[in-house]
T-cell receptor, first 108, second 120 residues
Framework: EIVLTQSPGTLSLSPGERATLSCRAS???????LAWYQQKPGQAPRVLIY???SRATGIPDRFSGSGSGTDFTLTITRLEPEDFAVYYC?????????FGGGTKVEIK | EVQLLESGGGLVQPGGSLRLSCAAS????????MSWVRQAPGKGLEWVSA????????YHADSVKGRFTISRNNSKNTLYLQMSSLRADDTAVYYC????????WGEGFWGQGTLVTVSS
């Protein structure tokens, strides 16, 4: 099983600042089958990035994904008020599919 | 418009059974792998099960293997999750999602979720 470790657990930032979220895998993620999600309370997750770096339809370009193998990063260049939420990474290249534990981006 | 509508959640006693359904519309259901993902109250996301478009391949998390069965009826455009020997730690919102092993997650289609509560 591929274990995904997200860091930090909580990120306290102000609107307009840059957010850098990390997702580290216990073994290489096959063909970079890695996705990033945003989730707000009471809502289903919303996909931001798939294939490690491809932005999903309708996602603003302030969101970007990078990395390969075992180290992946989600970057939000300038935080908007609506970006404060919990973010999860997911690998879907091997079974069992797994999610990271999440990073909460909160308003400082 | 793609829609995924879960149903079948509710309160069940420990050791009991429940079948969740997910009615799909807006896409060629039989062409796509589907999954169930759950989220316990206040916790993170946990993938539960996946099934190929034909239904010929299924995958389950170790935490539910032998207790849960994923299936689909492509003529009814419906995904199922049969849950048995339910435990308190199965309490969660269960989402169906369009996606499986190596495919589908980038489109971002998830249902709104159905709550399963396991309690006496």
């Amino acid at each position: 099983e591929i274990v995904l470790t997200q860091s930090p657990g909580t990120l306290s930032l102000s609107p307009g600042e840059r957010a850098t979220l990390s997702c580290r895998a216990s073994q290489s993620v096959s063909s970079d089958y890695l996705a990033w999600y945003q989730q707000k309370p009471g809502q289903a997750p919303r996909v931001l990035i798939y294939g490690a770096s491809s932005r999903a339809t309708g996602i603003p370009d302030r969101f970007s994904g990078s990395g390969s193998g075992t180290d992946f990063t989600l970057t939000i260049t300038r935080l908007e008020p609506e970006d404060f939420a919990v973010y999860y990474c997911q690998q879907y290249g091997s079974s069992p599919l797994t999610f990271g534990g999440g990073t909460k981006v909160e308003i400082k | 418009e793609v829609q995924l509508l879960e149903s079948g959640g509710g309160l069940v006693q420990p050791g009991g059974s429940l079948r969740l359904s997910c009615a799909a519309s807006g896409f060629t259901f039989s062409s796509y792998a589907m999954s169930w993902v759950r989220q316990a109250p206040g916790k993170g996301l946990e993938w539960v099960s996946a099934i190929s478009g034909s239904g010929g391949s299924t995958y389950h998390a170790d935490s539910v293997k032998g207790r849960f069965t994923i299936s689909r009826n492509n003529s009814k455009n419906t995904l199922y999750l049969q849950m048995s020997s339910l435990r308190a730690d199965d309490t969660a919102v269960y989402y169906c999602a369009k996606g499986g092993l190596t495919s589908g997650w980038g489109e971002g289609f998830w249902g709104q979720g159905t709550l399963v509560t396991v309690s006496s």
